[in-house]
């Protein structure tokens, strides 16, 4: 099985550390958080807490990485009130220069310790110490914002009643490029069609720090589709998307070009002999060996070095222990059918469920559209499967999205 191996993390051996732990994980969280930080853990704004002692070893394991939907070594913190602190903004500035100036991170992004609707105050407060920080610190490669590579240094701040938090990492590290793994700009808005929309957006964005999205055109299988609001944001980015559900789509999808909907059972879906497709998304609730089997039987129709998305529903699941295993047993089931495990994470909309990141890895047969049903195509020879890899440059933007150069982050 391999997870994914986080890079070599420049922080002492024991230091402090914020992490968010998921609201929907407060039990689970209140175990780590004493596993994690012996000496004790201090709760911050919403969700979020500040590991006293923490080695970057336990934070890169695999309870952190699923339990802790971002995270971020802390160099610098100042607990104060910022609202009752004459020249809070100044201050913040220049102690965060002397610390972090000469390590010369590519972007600044600053955001809140408060999760939800955030308070219009801190919002505003932490938007004027970007402004300073960014003229106080040396210029940066695309003025320093959101368009970033996945494993360029940010520094990333927080604030909010308790203070200032800030340390150096990569969007990669962190598990996210928002700051504080904060909710994308596009959000489901009052006529979505399921909160599900959000998160294949959010999903997007966890994939983008990985791997380049496939390009405007591709043709996306989903599992899983109904009542269809991810085939909603897959459609606006300019996909297509073949949709399979036992339960109707919503009827703002009647007649939605590019869209092919089966109303069906999906172990029982087989695609056309000539049909070939470039992404497959699962979102079936019910048991994760089922619906992982469902998806496993599509490899046959699935492009090499397609991505794959995968919805792990963590139903009658209690604890961190059952979780993990559950997240091993599918990744090792996937490893099994030549699924390379990429990611993995908890999205702002996921409630009790992690996403799961895949790519195949088998090249077709040669001369063939696709293998018959129930075949096991033999494993690629590494070298296809590196040629294979990455060879999208560039996926088609959400609406109302922008995209940086050269597989930058963003937007
Ligand atoms: C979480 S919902 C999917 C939400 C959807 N992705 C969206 O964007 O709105 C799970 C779906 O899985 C479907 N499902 C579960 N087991 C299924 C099966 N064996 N065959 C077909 N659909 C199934 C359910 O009907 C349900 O619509």
Redo the contacts with the bound molecule.
């Keep these: 099985m391999t997870i994914p191996d986080p890079e070599a993390l420049e922080v002492p051996a024991a230091g402090p550390w914020l992490v968010r732990i998921p609201e929907v994980f407060a039990e689970e969280g209140a175990a780590l958080r004493r596993r994690w930080s012996p000496t004790g853990s201090t709760p911050l704004g919403t969700e979020f807490h500040l590991l006293r002692a923490t080695s970057a070893a336990a934070m890169a394991g695999p309870e952190a990485l699923l339990f802790t939907s971002w995270r971020l070594p802390v160099g610098h913190r100042w607990p104060c009130r910022p609202r009752t602190m004459e020249g809070f903004v100044e201050k913040a500035a220049q102690g965060l220069a002397r610390t972090f100036a000469g390590r010369s991170p590519e972007a600044i992004l600053v955001g809140l310790l408060q999760t939800g609707t955030p308070n219009t105050y801190y919002r505003k407060l932490a938007s004027n110490l970007r402004g300073r920080l960014l003229q106080v610190f040396p210029p940066m490669p695309g003025g320093g914002g959101m368009e970033v590579r996945p494993d360029a240094p940010v520094l990333y701040c927080l604030i909010g009643p308790e203070g200032l938090y800030a340390g150096l990492t990569t969007p990669r590290q962190a598990n996210g490029l928002r700051p504080g793994g904060a909710r994308p700009a596009v959000s489901a808005g009052a006529d979505a ?2 909160r ?2 959000a ?2 957006e959010e999903a997007m964005e966890s994939l983008q720090l990985y791997r380049a999205l496939p390009p405007a055109g591709a043709h996306w299988l ?10 909603r944001a897959l459609l606006a980015r300019s996909y297509r998307v073949t949709a ?4 109707p789509l919503d009827t703002r999808l009647d007649g939605a070009h590019g869209l092919t909907f089966h109303r ?4 029982l879906f087989r695609a056309a002999p000539d049909e070939v497709f470039d992404a497959l998304l699962c ?4 048991p994760a060996d ?2 992982l089997a ?1 998806a496993l039987r599509q490899a046959p129709a699935l492009r090499p070095a397609a991505p794959v998305v995968f ?1 792990l529903k963590l139903a009658g699941v209690t604890g961190v222990a059952a979780a993990v295993a559950r997240r091993d047993a599918v990744v090792a089931e996937a490893a099994a059918a030549g699924w390379r495990f990429v990611a993995q994470a908890h999205l702002p909309s996921n409630r009790r469920e992690f996403t799961l990141f895949f790519e195949t890895t088998r090249a077709r047969p040669a001369g063939t559209a696709r293998a018959p049903a129930g075949h096991r195509a033999p494993r690629a020879p590494a070298a296809d499967r590196d040629r294979a890899d990455g060879q999208w440059r560039r996926g088609p933007r959400a609406p109302g999205s922008a995209r940086g150069p050269g597989g930058r982050l963003g937007r």
């Design positions: 069609i399921s599900a929309g998160k294949i989903e599992l899983g589709a109904s009542p269809g609001g991810m085939t399979v559900d036992r339960a069906m059972d999906a172990p979102d079936l609730n019910g089922a619906a469902a919805t």
